[in-house]
């Protein structure tokens, strides 16, 4: 199965929303340009990727739009043949790791500061770091396939942890 790019993601979950023209008209740009964006001949713009993502809350759509926009360092949808979406697996993976990251980041101590790091810690501490991807990939795939199924928004949802967020201090408004 080959990986979708984000043009095609955009033209799959465009397709169940409304047409090319009625998004370029809602959008105030060309019917053409939608096209040139799902046949991938232009890159689709960070402005008209954000209104797509918000109009259409899909989760995939997001993660796609993230990993282009970041040059691949963020999450991609998992598509490949041997993955399984389904939520219960879903679930079960994301539990075993986050048991396989947190056992790893125990292993590892930060009291030392970097310069003063053994290479056996330094190999536990990146081992830390690639268990805990696999986390965060786990952890978002189940938060993807929770909305989609049981109907919450995915957007919504990362808005009222932003506003916590905001709440809390961790970020500015």
């Known amino acids: 199965m080959k990986t979708l790019g984000v043009g095609k993601v955009f033209q799959e979950v465009r397709k169940k929303h409304c047409s090319q023209l009625q998004f370029a008209l809602d959008n105030n740009i060309v019917r053409e340009s939608v096209s040139a964006y799902e046949t991938e001949r232009a890159r689709l713009p960070q402005d008209i990727s954000r209104k797509a993502i918000q109009r259409f809350d899909s989760p995939r759509l997001a993660f796609e739009v993230a990993s282009q926009y970041t040059g691949g360092s963020w999450l991609t949808w998992l598509d490949g043949n041997n993955v399984d979406l389904h939520r219960a697996s879903v679930r079960s993976k994301v539990k075993e790791e986050l048991r ?22 330094r190999r536990k501490l990146e081992h830390s770091i690639e268990q805990s991807i696999d986390a965060i990939y786990a952890l978002s ?22 506003q916590k967020l905001v709440a809390r201090r961790y970020v500015k408004a």
């Open 100 to 121: 396989e990251a947190l056992d790893a980041i125990a292993e590892v101590s930060l009291a030392n500061h970097p310069h003063a790091m053994q290479d056996f810690e």
């Open 141 to 162: 795939m189940y938060v993807a396939r929770v909305c989609e199924d049981y109907g919450y928004s995915w957007q919504r949802k990362w808005d009222k942890h932003r």
